[in-house]
């Protein structure tokens, strides 16, 4: 699934194209991905003016001048396509542009999803009040995880996968960021020492920094809206590494943990 660098990195994309332009033409290509499209999308979205693209957790948001935004989440496998070539039968929406380019999003599986809402109540969409800060954000601080994880007996990286702990945060993220900090991934949230906090936060936003520079980890069917792959894996210091070496001399073990197989070194993760 596309995490979070890869929802920043198709947003990057797509704004070079959209942001100011006048949308001359919305298409669906059926009724439904994840869920149906919203009845009023081709009719609110035509003629309306892309004001600016922005991004919450893991949804893309495209603003328009109708005070109304566009919210898409890519499921598994979905990614936007610009000026294709030829047409594919997995291209579910279109937008066309006033200058001629051609948005496509590209959903095989179709576990995506595209909603609309009025940018003034974005806050209020039920899948974001409730959604702790931005690992990018100002407000992601040693004191907000401390105050967030205190008295709680769940491994941390569970709950840095807890979308009202941290907005955003997945599998593949966690653990590089556990490493950095040295921090167990099994250890209890609320045993994590205020230091390893304060170590945790700068991990966080570096590693996503890091792969959003590389315009995100390419693992199965995720692209750049421009067709090429993005590259973090190969920097990968513990995911999806297991048994080869840490740079510590010792070895990258994985386990399963709650449902999801987690990567590290308990030669450096205490």
Request: net charge positive.
């Amino acid at each position: 699934m596309p995490e979070l660098p890869e929802v920043e990195t198709t947003v990057r994309g797509l704004a070079r194209v959209l942001e100011g332009q006048r949308l001359t033409r919305v298409q669906t290509n059926r009724p439904d991905l994840r869920r149906p499209f919203p009845p009023d999308l081709v009719q609110t979205l035509t003629g309306a003016r892309v004001t600016s693209l922005g991004r919450r957790a893991k949804y893309g948001l495209i603003n328009t001048d109708r005070d109304q935004t566009v919210i898409f989440h890519l499921g598994m496998s979905g990614r936007w396509r610009i000026d294709p070539e030829m047409p594919d039968k997995h291209d579910h929406m279109l937008f066309e542009t006033e200058s001629g380019r051609v948005l496509a999003l590209n959903d095989p599986r179709r576990f995506g999803s595209v909603d609309l809402m009025a940018t003034a109540a974005l806050g209020q969409w039920p899948q974001f009040a409730a959604m702790g800060p931005e690992p990018l954000g100002s407000e992601l601080t040693a004191d907000h995880l401390k105050a967030a994880l205190a008295g709680r007996k769940q491994a941390i990286k569970l709950l840095l996968l807890d979308q009202r702990i941290v907005a955003g945060l997945g599998n593949i993220y966690v653990c590089e960021a556990l490493f950095r900090a040295g921090i167990s991934p099994s250890k209890a949230g609320g045993a994590v020492s205020r230091p390893a906090l304060e170590r945790l936060v700068p991990a966080i936003r570096a590693v996503l920094e890091e792969s959003i520079a590389d315009g995100g980890s390419t693992l199965r069917d995720y692209a750049r809206p421009d067709g090429e792959l993005g590259y973090f894996a190969t920097h990968f210091r513990v995911y999806d590494r297991e048994s080869q070496a840490c740079s510590c001399g010792g070895t990258i073990r994985r386990f399963a943990q709650g449902g999801r197989s987690t990567w590290y070194c308990p030669k450096c993760q205490k």
